[in-house]
């Protein structure tokens, strides 16, 4: 029997990936909520964390690991038909009250007696619309009905901005109890002495992320570039910078330590369902010079600096500009201070919370 829908203290099951921005949010999500009396069993996909990950999230919640691997390291929908059974037992054991699943493919066929919320941060479909120009064909095509499975069977949808959700519903149509709440980031590090030096970091094997743009243009602007992230991906992708200066994969501190002395911050990417980088380079008040894509527009526009993201030599002319003039580097970076303060951990736990409430309330009247 579930307990009151609008409870305050909830068992909640959390999948959760360790290669990418998932991981850190669903670690700041589950510290803000088990902070104000929430429960979580982080579920794990994919290749195992570090020991320092497994160490943070053992610290604020109990941490399992799955078999099945998440949908975009999968050539074959048949990898995940597990999923579902694999999540019955510690739904069971931790008598989970809600699941939060990080991916919508993984709601799909999910036989659970309780909400079934799903996130979507990104997705193969979006991601070949925004970086390829056309549909996810061959071999990811699957994607497309596993995904909408996943939609139909979900009790609220949540993406995490009004960019990705049209994105969303421009490739799969309409998408019932689709909600929007943004992500959030802790404050980053007091700015220090601020060091003539550009600062970027992502998983450069992506390319979504244009490393190669950002490499170009690092080639023709006056102060260095450093790049933070690693340049292999877990399914044999690899990049390589030339120009930019490759720090390899950094503790997150470490990365958020780099941001607060860095001059400039750019994310160069061409698919962004939020970008919690270019969030985590605000809350130190370092300014942004972005990739033009809606979702940055949304996000920052007003607080950031932007660049047609088809052209390197513009992004460096942009770089340019910032360096030279300390005055607008300022203002920039108190204009995306300012703003990040719309993204704080409280807002969205309280939103998230809300989005819960109503998974709840749809289970209920089904």
Request: net charge neutral.
């Amino acid at each position: 029997m579930l307990r009151a829908l609008t409870s305050r203290s909830r068992r909640i099951l959390m999948t959760v990936d360790a290669v990418g921005g998932v991981w850190r949010y669903a670690l700041d999500l589950t510290r803000t909520l088990v902070r104000d009396g929430d429960s979580v069993v982080l579920a794990g996909l994919g290749p195992q964390p570090s020991p320092q990950q497994c160490a943070e999230a053992r610290s604020i919640a109990s941490l399992i690991w799955l078999n099945t691997p998440p949908d975009w390291m999968t050539r074959d929908p048949s990898e995940l038909t597990a999923l579902s059974q694999e999540l019955r037992e510690p739904i069971r054991n931790h008598a989970i009250d809600l699941v939060h699943l990080n991916a919508p493919t993984q709601a799909a066929g999910l036989d659970v007696a309780c909400p079934v919320v799903a996130v979507s941060h990104s997705c193969v479909l979006t991601w070949f619309h925004a970086v390829k120009g056309g549909p996810a064909e061959g071999e990811w095509a699957w994607h497309k009905d596993r995904n909408r499975s996943g939609f139909e069977r979900a009790h609220v949808v949540v993406a995490p901005s009004r960019s990705h959700a049209d994105m969303l519903e421009a490739c799969y149509g309409p998408v019932a109890s689709l909600v929007v709440v943004a992500n959030a980031a802790p404050p980053g590090p007091k700015p220090r002495q601020r060091q003539p030096h550009v600062f970027a970091a992502a998983r450069w094997w992506d390319e979504g992320k244009d490393a190669a743009g950002l490499d170009r243009a690092a080639s023709m602007t006056q102060w260095p570039v450093f790049v933070a992230g690693p340049l292999h991906g877990p399914g044999g992708q690899r990049t390589e910078f030339n120009h930019a200066i490759s720090l390899g994969s950094l503790p997150h501190q470490e990365v958020r330590s780099q941001m607060a002395i860095a001059g400039i911050f750019v994310s160069p990417s061409r698919y962004e369902p939020f970008g919690l980088a270019a969030l985590e380079a605000a809350t130190s008040g370092t300014p942004l010079v972005l990739a033009d894509i809606a979702t940055y527009r949304e996000l920052w526009d007003g607080a950031a600096m932007f660049y047609d993201q088809r052209e390197p030599r513009q992004l460096a002319a942009c770089i340019d500009r910032v360096s030279r003039d300390e005055q607008h580097r300022r203002e920039l970076g108190q204009a995306a201070a300012r703003r990040s303060r719309e993204f704080s951990l409280a807002r969205q736990a309280a939103a998230m919370r809300g989005v819960y409430d109503r998974a709840a309330s749809i289970m209920a009247e089904r």
